[in-house]
């Protein structure tokens, strides 16, 4: 590699994993640069999940000659210092907040990897300043004292989103984002990554909702049977036929505004 080209955000090749018995990965090679705002598509059950754990060193590939995993340029991360570098919002990290912990709790605690603040963390000053920043960037500074369990879904999601930006990472990581969220939680979301990916964070989006997509993502990856079935160009690979195909289930899809939608 040129030393002036920089080391791609995330380079999968010929991954393959194990989830029990079961292959969940296969052969799969996927590479994202780091300016890129790139969605993963794909029905339940495709592989959607195992890939973040893999990304996130929750899952470790098959050992095998020509398979390898890196993360800007990296084989090997201390996963404590990846964490600062990739923030993740999931479904797994909403499920494992404290709901006594605070919205401020919430967001410093993504110094610590954990989802609230204990008695060995050391919360100084300058992680203060972060965290009020952090809120305040996502105009939830009114969440700062509130409880995670007096919090809707939306706004805790929010919350998690703070908690992913106090490192000032290369990229943000969402794991079907809207899930279990309401209308307007959605929009907000939504409008919430699109400002993100203006203001410059790269964004990695995994989904089986096309209305997730927001206007910024412009490259669209398709994922079955733990394989990528498809990449290109959004408006390319977003095709009514080959999403019909995906799903397994005739589709109708508009666009509008730079949005899709399927039903």
């Known amino acids: 590699m040129n030393s002036t080209t920089p080391a791609p955000l995330l380079e999968m090749r010929y991954v393959t994993v194990m989830r029990g ?8 090679s996927l590479r994202i640069g780091v300016d890129e705002h790139v969605a993963i598509l794909g029905p339940n059950g495709c592989g959607k999940s195992t890939l973040i754990k893999t990304i996130t060193r929750e899952c470790y590939p098959v050992c095998s000659e020509n398979s390898s995993v890196s993360i800007l340029g990296q084989e090997s991360w201390n996963v404590f210092q990846l964490r600062g570098r990739l923030g993740i919002i999931s479904n797994d990290l909403m499920l494992s907040c404290t709901g006594e912990a605070s919205g401020r709790d919430v967001v410093l605690s993504g110094f610590f ?7 060995n963390h050391e919360v100084d000053s300058e992680k203060r300043t972060l965290a009020e920043a952090a809120l305040a960037e ?22 998690l989103v703070a908690r992913a ?5 290369y ?32 964004l990695i989006l995994v989904t089986h909702e ?21 990449d290109g160009p959004k408006d390319e690979i977003l095709q009514v036929e080959r999403l019909s195909s995906l799903f397994g289930v005739n589709l109708q899809m508009t666009r509008r505004d730079g949005h899709y939608y399927l039903w």
């Open 113 to 119: 990897s954990s989802t609230a603040i204990w008695p």
């Open 21 to 28: 018995s079961k292959i969940a990965l296969n052969d799969f």
């Open 210 to 230: 096309l209305a997730d997509i927001v206007p910024e993502i412009q490259r669209v990856v398709l994922m079955s049977g733990g394989r990528v079935v498809a």
């Open 165 to 169: 930006l106090v490192h000032r990472p």
């Open 138 to 159: 996502l105009k939830i500074s009114h969440l700062a004292e509130r409880p995670v369990s007096e919090m809707s879904s939306g706004e805790a999601r929010r919350v």
């Open 171 to 202: 990229a943000l990581l969402f794991d079907e984002p809207c899930n279990s969220l309401d209308l307007a939680a959605q929009h907000n979301l939504r409008q919430t990554m699109s400002s993100l990916a203006k203001a410059g964070t790269a």
